[in-house]
Nanobody
Framework: VQLQASGGGLVQAGGSLRLSCAAS????????MGWFRQAPGKEREFVAV????????YYADSVKGRFTISRDNAKNTVYLEMNSLKPEDTAIYYC???????????????WGQGTLVTVSS
């Protein structure tokens, strides 16, 4: 599975962005898809995950109620809608694929290249 993330950019605090992650391969729906982020000088952390069918989602507490993960299996694409953005959301955002519905980074086998989100105060 090859993953290509896009949609990052510069936004003011309180604004919104939508990230996309396009996947190659015919088995996209068999993978749970997650978003992770890594801020400068910090560890990569879990943001959200969606199950293969799209029927289940789970979020980190820091983004719950502000971010929404979704997927379109017909388009082999997963999305992360980010609202009410805060400066502390500034990070490189990575999409990843896993055979497991999990928030654990170690469970993810395939990673995209990352897209930078910068939130100004």
């Amino acid at each position: 599975v090859q993953l290509q993330a896009s949609g990052g950019g510069l936004v003011q605090a309180g604004g919104s962005l939508r990230l996309s992650c396009a996947a190659s391969g015919r088995t996209f729906s068999s993978y749970a898809m997650g978003w992770f982020r890594q801020a400068p000088g910090k560890e990569r952390e879990f943001v959200a995950v969606v199950s293969g069918s799209g029927g289940s989602t789970y979020y980190a507490d820091s983004v719950k109620g502000r971010f929404t993960i979704s997927r379109d299996n017909a388009k082999n694409t997963v999305y992360l809608e980010m609202n009410s953005l805060k400066p502390e959301d500034t990070a490189i955002y990575y999409c990843a694929a896993s055979a497991y519905y999990s928030g654990a980074r170690s469970r993810y086998e395939y990673w995209g290249q990352g897209t930078l989100v910068t939130v100004s105060s």
